[in-house]
T-cell receptor, first 116, second 116 residues
Framework: GAGVSQSPSNKVTEKGKDVELRCDPISGHTALYWYRQSLGQGLEFLIYFQGNSAPDKSGLPSDRFSAERTGGSVSTLTIQRTQQEDSAVYLC??????????????FGPGTRLLVL | AQSVTQLGSHVSVSEGALVLLRCNYSSSVPPYLFWYVQYPNQGLQLLLKYTSAATLVKGINGFEAEFKKSETSFHLTKPSAHMSDAAEYFCAVSADLSGGYQKVTFGTGTKLQVIP
């Protein structure tokens, strides 16, 4: 079946512009995650959804970052007034459900964001 | 709090040689441990996971890892490296918490180079 898809695959934007990154999880997966992968660093947790609710937003780097999920499916990560330090690969993952972290996460290919 | 430490950001092995990628974890409760692999320009893919069953876990592509509580380690091994194993490998930890959840924490990754 179809895996996790993300769009766009690459995004180049100018400093100060807003960007929206989209994630389509695997059908039937109720848990959805956003991570940021910067050059030479590991995966930084941003936010997690169980259904449409986000119990943990503590990983969002600043109030310029927001995310929503509607209909328990597609999620959008929005970065307002982008800065050069926002340049990174943004990865989305989904899992069947949240069960204390035991669930295998299935990752999308990522969106490569470059802020000029 | 939980964390993982991956020793060596870059590891080089000859084709046919043993692959050993090191991961040590810290967790105040029994952990769940994962190894993910990331090929260039792709998302992460689960190699194997430990969820408190057998301490020796076998994964895909001939990889295996052994959970050693006394050493707080979960090293990844493969008896004979193949060129197609060249990728970045991430160790990750999670755990159950009563009345809540514990998000997965990833290490900073180890890039494996296979020399022909």
């Amino acid at each position: 079946g179809a895996g996790v898809s993300q769009s766009p695959s690459n995004k180049v934007t100018e400093k100060g512009k807003d960007v929206e990154l989209r994630c389509d999880p695997i059908s039937g997966h109720t848990a959805l995650y956003w991570y940021r992968q910067s050059l030479g660093q590991g995966l930084e947790f941003l936010i997690y959804f169980q259904g449409n609710s986000a119990p943990d937003k503590s990983g969002l780097p600043s109030d310029r970052f927001s995310a929503e999920r509607t209909g328990g499916s597609v999620s959008t990560l929005t970065i307002q007034r982008t800065q050069q330090e926002d340049s990174a690969v943004y990865l989305c993952a989904s899992s069947l459900e949240w069960r204390g972290g035991r669930e295998t996460q299935y990752f999308g290919p990522g969106t490569r964001l470059l802020v000029l | 709090a939980q964390s993982v430490t991956q020793l060596g950001s870059h590891v080089s092995v000859s084709e046919g040689a043993l692959v050993l990628l090191r991961c040590n974890y810290s967790s105040s409760v029994p952990p769940y441990l994962f190894w993910y692999v990331q090929y260039p320009n792709q998302g992460l893919q689960l190699l194997l996971k430990y969820t408190s069953a057998a301490t020796l876990v076998k994964g895909i592509n001939g990889f295996e890892a052994e959970f050693k509580k006394s050493e707080t380690s979960f090293h990844l091994t493969k008896p004979s490296a193949h060129m197609s194993d060249a990728a970045e490998y991430f160790c990750a930890v999670s755990a159950d918490l009563s009345g809540g959840y514990q998000k997965v924490t990833f290490g900073t990754g180890t890039k494996l180079q296979v020399i022909p």
